[in-house]
């Protein structure tokens, strides 16, 4: 059912031009995808909900677009060239992460009794991110049960940064391409408090690329080898955590909820396996297909990044405090989302098919095209030149899409199809009375309406102010 669904929205994707396979003329990459002309609207529209969110709207947050590629003392600094590793287990040609691999070699012992005790301890110790000691425990278990099916297996310990070279005419120089886009924040974090007024608490916030070298990538866009990520790092002052914890966890909720892909679908979890620069941490979970899957992070990462950053350049990236006349560094909560994660839960929740009509139904604001100009008879010149006044009127407001071919039902079928919330037809009545249908993308539901007020129509339909408003 998962598997079939999956498929489903994998195909439309493909079919309607969101997402396409990378280089599949090639037979692909595994765990990359480029998105097509309606995805990369649709991204867009995502990107601009949480930068106008996360940004615009707001006094205490300013962005920044840093480059992925940096001096590799900036990974050495952040913890990732030493810990930012996985492990992976072979057995015969498949690849297991530790926690499968935990699974499957209990699956053959009668854990639930007798071995019940170890079983959890091996679960803390992988919360802990004891790795080492579990693979220990866990060659220890096969031996003494003589499991042989478990019995050759290739542990390999892998570092998730892509490694790349930089040319130079005597001796190449290495980096990485970034894993996050979180310590380029990092890095600049004085020359934003140099270059703007912002004063403690105060927010960076990016939008970029990220790469991971994934050994398992799975479930479509879910995790990829390269995706995008839309974080936030809140500069607080330290004691102040608990505060600014609990109000960012609320605040990106209220984002996520605004999709109404049902409130029910998201789920807070607090992180018990932290990554190795944070403190405490919690996820937003989404129900993609039937399974609670991590969406977005919220971090408290201390000030581990900034610490280790004047640690290892020497540079004085400190905060002077004029009320306790001292320099201080700052504490940093932490909301990291991956775009392609929001992308992908749009896509799970609003593939409908209803009574054999399939259409996706986006939140207006979400969608790729906002409206569709349809003239119901091509050959008359005269629909066609309204057809064409209403296009070139609204194509400066809104993402609008002009389209005269094939018959009107399969043009509606299309538009449902791309999630288009109206479609606009010009009949022979429209010259007489100047009006035109409006159909709505969810119930078919269709209206008469004048064509000089259409913009005013849209505009309302279309706009989100009150939501920010009433939660900025
Ligand atoms: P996961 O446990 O799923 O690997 P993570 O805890 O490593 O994620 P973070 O490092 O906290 O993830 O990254 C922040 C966000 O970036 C995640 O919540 C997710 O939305 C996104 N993200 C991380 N890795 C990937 C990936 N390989 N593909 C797509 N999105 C990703």
């Given at each position: 059912?998962?598997?079939?669904?999956?498929?489903?929205?994998?195909?439309?994707?493909?079919?309607?031009?969101?997402?396409?396979?990378s280089s599949e003329i090639y037979n692909g990459i595994k765990g990359v995808y480029d998105y097509g002309?309606?995805?990369?609207?649709?991204?867009?529209?995502?990107?601009?909900?949480?930068?106008?969110?996360?940004?615009?709207?707001?006094?205490?947050?300013?962005?920044?677009?840093?480059?992925?590629?940096?001096?590799?003392?900036?990974?050495?600094?952040?913890?990732?060239?030493?810990?930012?590793?996985?492990?992976?287990?072979?057995?015969?040609?498949?690849?297991?992460?530790?926690?499968?691999?935990?699974?499957?070699?209990?699956?053959?012992?009668?854990?639930?009794?007798?071995?019940?005790?170890?079983?959890?301890?091996?679960?803390?110790?992988?919360?802990?991110?004891?790795?080492?000691?579990?693979?220990?425990?866990?060659?220890?278990?096969?031996?003494?049960?003589?499991?042989?099916?478990?019995?050759?297996?290739?542990?390999?310990?892998?570092?998730?940064?892509?490694?790349?070279?930089?040319?130079?005419?005597?001796?190449?120089?290495?980096?990485?391409?970034?894993?996050?886009?979180?310590?380029?924040?990092?890095?600049?974090?004085?020359?934003?408090?140099?270059?703007?007024?912002?004063?403690?608490?105060?927010?960076?916030?990016?939008?970029?690329?990220?790469?991971?070298?994934?050994?398992?990538?799975?479930?479509?866009?879910?995790?990829?080898?390269?995706?995008?990520?839309?974080?936030?790092?809140?500069?607080?002052y330290p004691g102040e955590e608990k505060k600014w914890f609990k109000y960012w966890i609320n605040s990106?909720?209220?984002?996520?909820?605004?999709?109404?892909?049902?409130?029910?679908?998201?789920?807070?979890?607090?992180?018990?396996?932290?990554?190795?620069?944070?403190?405490?941490?919690?996820?937003?979970?989404?129900?993609?297909?039937?399974?609670?899957?991590?969406?977005?992070?919220?971090?408290?990462?201390?000030?581990?990044?900034?610490?280790?950053?004047?640690?290892?350049?020497?540079?004085?990236?400190?905060?002077?405090?004029?009320?306790?006349?001292?320099?201080?560094?700052?504490?940093?909560?932490?909301?990291?989302?991956?775009?392609?994660?929001?992308?992908?839960?749009?896509?799970?929740?609003?593939?409908?098919?209803?009574?054999?009509?399939?259409?996706?139904?986006?939140?207006?604001?979400?969608?790729?095209?906002?409206?569709?100009?349809?003239?119901?008879?091509?050959k008359d010149k005269k629909i066609i030149k309204i057809s064409k006044y209403i296009y070139n009127n609204?194509?400066?407001?809104?993402?609008?899409?002009?389209?005269?071919?094939?018959?009107?039902?399969?043009?509606?079928?299309?538009?449902?199809?791309?999630?288009?919330?109206?479609?606009?037809?010009?009949?022979?009545?429209?010259?007489?009375?100047?009006?035109?249908?409006?159909?709505?993308?969810?119930?078919?539901?269709?209206?008469?309406?004048?064509?000089?007020?259409?913009?005013?129509?849209?505009?309302?339909?279309?706009?989100?102010?009150?939501?920010?408003?009433?939660?900025?």
């Amino acid at each position: 059912m998962n598997e079939e669904k999956l498929n489903l929205i994998i195909n439309h994707a493909k079919r309607y031009g969101f997402i396409y396979k990378s280089s599949e003329i090639y037979n692909g990459i595994k765990g990359v995808y480029d998105y097509g002309p309606y995805g990369v609207e649709m991204k867009n529209n995502i990107k601009e909900y949480w930068w106008n969110y996360m940004v615009r709207y707001r006094e205490n947050i300013v962005g920044i677009d840093t480059s992925i590629l940096m001096n590799k003392k900036v990974w050495i600094a952040s913890g990732h060239k030493k810990k930012f590793n996985e492990y992976f287990i072979k057995i015969k040609n498949k690849i297991y992460d530790i926690k499968k691999f935990i699974f499957l070699v209990f699956k053959h012992i009668d854990y639930k009794k007798k071995y019940r005790y170890i079983y959890n301890k091996i679960l803390l110790l992988y919360k802990n991110k004891k790795f080492k000691l579990i693979l220990k425990k866990l060659k220890l278990i096969i031996k003494y049960k003589k499991l042989l099916y478990l019995k050759n297996i290739k542990i390999k310990k892998i570092n998730l940064m892509f490694n790349t070279k930089i040319n130079s005419f005597y001796k190449d120089k290495y980096t990485y391409l970034r894993p996050e886009t979180a310590q380029g924040i990092f890095i600049n974090f004085k020359n934003i408090i140099n270059s703007t007024k912002m004063k403690i608490p105060f927010g960076i916030a990016q939008i970029g690329k990220s790469f991971r070298n994934e050994i398992i990538t799975k479930e479509f866009i879910f995790r990829t080898k390269e995706f995008e990520q839309m974080e936030m790092q809140f500069f607080i002052y330290p004691g102040e955590e608990k505060k600014w914890f609990k109000y960012w966890i609320n605040s990106r909720l209220s984002w996520h909820y605004f999709f109404n892909l049902g409130s029910n679908n998201y789920k807070i979890k607090k992180h018990t396996n932290l990554s190795h620069y944070t403190t405490y941490a919690t996820d937003i979970e989404f129900k993609f297909l039937n399974k609670y899957k991590e969406l977005e992070g919220i971090h408290f990462r201390k000030n581990f990044d900034i610490k280790s950053h004047i640690k290892y350049s020497k540079k004085k990236i400190m905060i002077y405090n004029s009320k306790i006349k001292k320099k201080y560094i700052p504490y940093i909560i932490e909301t990291s989302l991956g775009l392609d994660r929001v992308f992908y839960s749009l896509l799970c929740k609003s593939l409908i098919n209803e009574n054999n009509r399939i259409f996706l139904k986006l939140p207006y604001f979400i969608s790729p095209i906002k409206v569709a100009i349809l003239p119901l008879i091509k050959k008359d010149k005269k629909i066609i030149k309204i057809s064409k006044y209403i296009y070139n009127n609204l194509k400066y407001k809104f993402n609008v899409i002009y389209d005269d071919k094939s018959s009107i039902g399969k043009r509606y079928h299309y538009q449902d199809s791309i999630g288009t919330p109206f479609c606009i037809t010009i009949d022979k009545y429209s010259l007489i009375n100047k009006t035109v249908t409006i159909r709505y993308r969810d119930n078919m539901k269709q209206i008469r309406y004048e064509i000089d007020l259409l913009y005013f129509f849209f505009k309302k339909e279309f706009d989100i102010s009150y939501f920010f408003k009433r939660e900025i």
